[in-house]
């Protein structure tokens, strides 16, 4: 049974496909830098904080795509309730993930988000309607197989700060499928651009619950992390926009490359034997739904 694609024509076209991949690279490696941004500045300050300046300076780079999309009529919401959900979504994927930075080294944070391909194969069926076969299905089951490996959850180095991002893969995984579904009718400045106000927002009702101002360094830190995460954001809704999302999910195993080597020389962190086992493990998963996507697209 050929798998169900929301694409207007209802197959993606190789150029599309090469556009989808390209963009999910990166904007991985962008939200690798903000990942290492966000856990450099949490140490510090609320996360409430960092959500917010996050979003307030994202903004900027959704003012940009907005400009260049046709201006006001590209901001044009349709379907607004999703929209919302979505932004939901996102704002618990970053609230989960930063809080988790506080306690795990960056490349086993990521890693154990790793499970949002394969969330996103999973909740594909329910939410896009998509099919997904048997194999697919058992790729899905080797996936978790690799997260319980790196979490380790009977073992002595097991920490309660490890189901964390886990939350923001589920959380992720979530808004990237409304994403694909809200594609169809929005343009990509309007889903930038609810997602990122709507963050602001509600971060913003957080920070009389905590606030430290921030000195002039920490500042130009925050602009960056601001932007960063903007121009991430516009590269993976671009990604989910070109290509189904069992295709380009894969991809995001690049972000593991990154974080490693920020780790590494930012804040001497090296995952150890069980995390690399395992996140091979889940690349692998993922790298075999790629594989049974393009044999169900090619039949």
Same mark, same amino acid.
Not at 177 to 203: E, F, I, K, Q, V
Not at 205 to 225: I, M, S
């Given at each position: 049974?050929?798998?169900?694609?929301?694409?207007?024509?209802?197959?993606?076209?190789?150029?599309?496909?090469?556009?989808?991949?390209?963009?999910?690279?990166?904007?991985?490696?962008?939200?690798?830098?903000?990942?290492?941004?966000?856990?450099?500045?949490?140490?510090?300050?609320?996360?409430?904080?960092?959500?917010?300046?996050?979003?307030?300076?994202?903004?900027?780079?959704?003012?940009?795509?907005?400009?260049?999309?046709?201006?006001?009529?590209?901001?044009?919401?349709?379907?607004?309730?999703?929209?919302?959900?979505?932004?939901?979504?996102?704002?618990?994927?970053?609230?989960?993930?930063?809080?988790?930075?506080?306690?795990?080294?960056?490349?086993?944070?990521?890693?154990?988000?790793?499970?949002?391909?394969?969330?996103?194969?999973?909740?594909?069926?329910?939410?896009?309607?998509?099919?997904?076969?048997?194999?697919?299905?058992?790729?899905?089951?080797?996936?978790?197989?690799?997260?319980?490996?790196?979490? %380790?959850? !009977?073992?002595?180095?097991? +920490?309660?700060?490890?189901?964390?991002? =886990? /939350?923001?893969?589920? @959380?992720? #995984?979530? *808004?990237?499928?409304?994403?694909? %579904?809200? !594609?169809?009718?929005?343009? +990509?400045?309007?889903?930038?651009?609810? =997602? /990122?106000?709507?963050? @602001?927002? #509600?971060? *913003?009702?957080?920070?009389?619950?905590?606030?430290?101002?921030?000195?002039?360094?920490?500042?130009?830190?925050?602009?960056?992390?601001?932007?960063?995460?903007?121009?991430?954001?516009?590269?993976?809704?671009?990604?989910?926009?070109?290509?189904?999302?069992?295709?380009?999910?894969?991809?995001?195993?690049?972000?593991?490359?990154?974080?490693?080597?920020?780790?590494?020389?930012?804040?001497?962190?090296?995952?150890?034997?069980?995390?690399?086992?395992?996140?091979?493990?889940?690349?692998?998963?993922?790298?075999?739904?790629?594989?049974?996507?393009?044999?169900?697209?090619?039949?």
């Amino acid at each position: 049974m050929k798998a169900a694609d929301p694409s207007p024509r209802g197959q993606q076209a190789p150029d599309r496909l090469l556009t989808g991949i390209l963009a999910m690279l990166m904007a991985m490696f962008a939200m690798t830098i903000l990942d290492a941004l966000a856990k450099w500045l949490g140490a510090g300050y609320p996360i409430s904080e960092v959500v917010f300046f996050r979003s307030l300076f994202g903004l900027l780079p959704v003012l940009a795509v907005a400009w260049l999309s046709g201006g006001r009529a590209s901001l044009r919401v349709r379907e607004p309730g999703l929209h919302l959900l979505r932004a939901a979504f996102l704002l618990g994927a970053g609230f989960s993930f930063f809080f988790a930075l506080r306690f795990l080294g960056l490349a086993e944070a990521i890693a154990i988000a790793f499970l949002s391909p394969v969330f996103v194969t999973a909740l594909s069926v329910p939410i896009l309607g998509e099919a997904v076969g048997p194999r697919r299905w058992a790729a899905v089951a080797v996936g978790f197989l690799g997260a319980l490996i790196i979490v %380790r959850p !009977s073992g002595d180095s097991f +920490t309660w700060a490890a189901v964390l991002p =886990a /939350t923001a893969a589920f @959380c992720y #995984a979530l *808004a990237m499928l409304l994403t694909r %579904r809200l !594609s169809r009718s929005n343009s +990509t400045a309007s889903l930038m651009m609810s =997602a /990122t106000l709507l963050g @602001c927002l #509600a971060s *913003a009702a957080l920070l009389p619950f905590g606030w430290r101002t921030p000195d002039a360094e920490d500042f130009l830190l925050f602009v960056l992390l601001g932007l960063v995460g903007g121009t991430g954001s516009y590269f993976m809704t671009l990604a989910y926009r070109s290509a189904p999302a069992a295709v380009i999910a894969p991809f995001e195993y690049s972000t593991l490359l990154w974080g490693a080597l920020i780790g590494w020389l930012v804040w001497h962190e090296l995952p150890d034997g069980w995390t690399w086992t395992g996140a091979t493990i889940l690349a692998a998963s993922g790298l075999y739904i790629l594989h049974r996507e393009r044999g169900v697209s090619r039949r």
